[in-house]
């Protein structure tokens, strides 16, 4: 079955760095299209960035860009989120999500929680 595992979540100061990764088990991973969200308490969950099969990534929150990279390492079957230059409104829970062509279908992550906070 489909696994997605989120890591590298925790508690950094603001300014800080930090770098999450997707363990993605049970489909071909090198044909989804890897996203990451975010979503904060009392708000919407918000598309974060996009990786797709082709290798074309995508930031999509205006928030974030210039600060956050998505990567993937096929050979691992990992998408990574770099977060640099961390801000207190980063603080989020932060979710994997893969999409797959056949069948067409969104699988998630438990998602792995980021607190920026002095």
């Known amino acids: 079955q489909v696994q997605l595992v989120e890591s590298g979540g925790g508690l950094v100061q603001p300014g800080g760095s930090l770098r999450l990764s997707c363990a993605a088990s049970?489909?071909?991973?090198?044909?989804?299209?890897m996203s990451w969200y975010r979503q904060a308490p009392g708000k919407e969950r918000e598309l974060v960035a996009t990786?797709?099969?082709?290798?074309?990534?995508?930031v999509h929150a205006d928030s974030v860009k210039g600060r956050f990279t998505i990567s993937t390492d096929n050979a691992k079957n990992t998408v990574y989120l770099q977060m640099d230059s961390l801000k207190p409104e980063d603080t989020a829970v932060y979710s994997c999500?893969?999409?797959?062509?056949?069948?067409?279908?969104?699988?998630w992550g438990q998602g792995t929680q980021v607190t920026v906070s002095s």
């Open positions: 999500s893969a999409l797959t062509a056949f069948p067409h279908k969104q699988y």
């Open positions: 049970g489909f071909t991973f090198s044909r989804a299209a």
């Open positions: 990786i797709t099969n082709a290798g074309v990534s995508l």
